[in-house]
């Protein structure tokens, strides 16, 4: 099994690059890019995964504004936010399989490029605006968190499934810990997740520990300001520490296009009192 926490490259061409070769699994693709004004990336420089696969790609615009353009559409200038934790919902763009992009930065800006087997492709190109996105506050007390859905099973796409979490000072996120790793629908999906984290202020952490029944997987890892965190397999809370704010994107993909998940049954109580 891979490591599970990535960390980032500040000096490469990717700050993240992470394909289903070097994660150790089949299915979700993920890269972070820096981009200076004026600079771009395109198809052919976002790595697309695998060589022998084709995947359909969402490009979400994390910060900073940018032109984009995808088969053939252009989208014009996309006048981002200024941070992930200003609570408010980025712009993205869909794009299928076997489909040239390019964004070209008018400020600096930081892109994520979401990757995931593309199937028969017959879902266009298309901008998803920020108010195309639902905002939800999911939990209560010390576990309340605020959810973008960027691009959830209700909206069309082949395999990929896209949403961005804030959470803040002092609470739990992705909790009670949960998973979805058993292609056992109704009661459970299999999905693969990346959980890429931004920390405010940046020189902190939040506490992410990936565990299953058994435990022959059981890691707590300190994940670190544009750090990724892997999980194939098992339970995944994270915990944000006291002075504090957590920033995550998530990204998920499995053979199935659905997110159906099991609580630990050691802490279903919290939400399921008996």
Same mark, same amino acid.
């Given at each position: ?135 939800? =506050? ?23 499934? =896209? =949403? ?41 952490? =939040? ?68």
């Amino acid at each position: 099994m891979a490591d599970l926490l990535i960390s980032p490259d500040l000096n490469g061409k990717a700050v993240q690059d992470i394909t289903p070769a070097s994660a150790g699994w089949g299915h979700v693709g993920f890269a972070t890019y820096d981009l200076a004004p004026g600079s771009m990336i395109d198809a052919s420089i976002a790595a697309t995964g695998d060589a022998n696969q084709d995947v359909e790609i969402c490009l979400v615009l994390l910060s900073g504004s940018a032109s984009i353009s995808a088969g053939g559409q252009d989208f014009g200038l996309l006048k981002g936010r200024k941070s992930v934790f200003d609570r408010v919902p980025p712009f993205a763009v869909y794009v299928p399989k076997n489909t040239d992009f390019t964004v070209t930065a008018e400020t600096a800006c930081e892109v994520a490029v979401c990757r995931a087997p593309g199937l028969d492709g017959s879902h266009p190109v298309r901008l998803i605006t920020p108010d195309d996105m639902s905002l939800e =506050v999911r939990g209560s007390g010390s576990n309340t968190r605020h959810i973008c859905n960027i691009l959830p099973e209700t909206e069309p796409a082949d395999s990929l499934l =896209v =949403v961005e979490v804030i959470t803040e000072s002092g609470n739990w996120s992705s909790y009670p810990p949960h998973k979805h790793d058993t292609d056992d629908l109704p009661h459970e999906s299999y999905l693969e997740e990346t959980y890429y984290h931004r920390v405010d202020p940046p020189q902190g952490y =939040v506490m992410h520990r990936v565990y299953n029944d058994d435990r022959s997987l059981d890691e707590s890892m300190a994940a670190g300001d544009r750090s990724v965190v892997l999980v194939p397999e098992g339970y995944h809370p994270v915990g944000v520490p006291h002075g504090y704010d957590s920033y995550y994107l998530n990204v998920m993909a499995g053979p199935k296009r659905v997110w159906k998940f099991r609580n630990d049954p050691d802490h279903d109580w919290i939400v399921n009192p008996k």
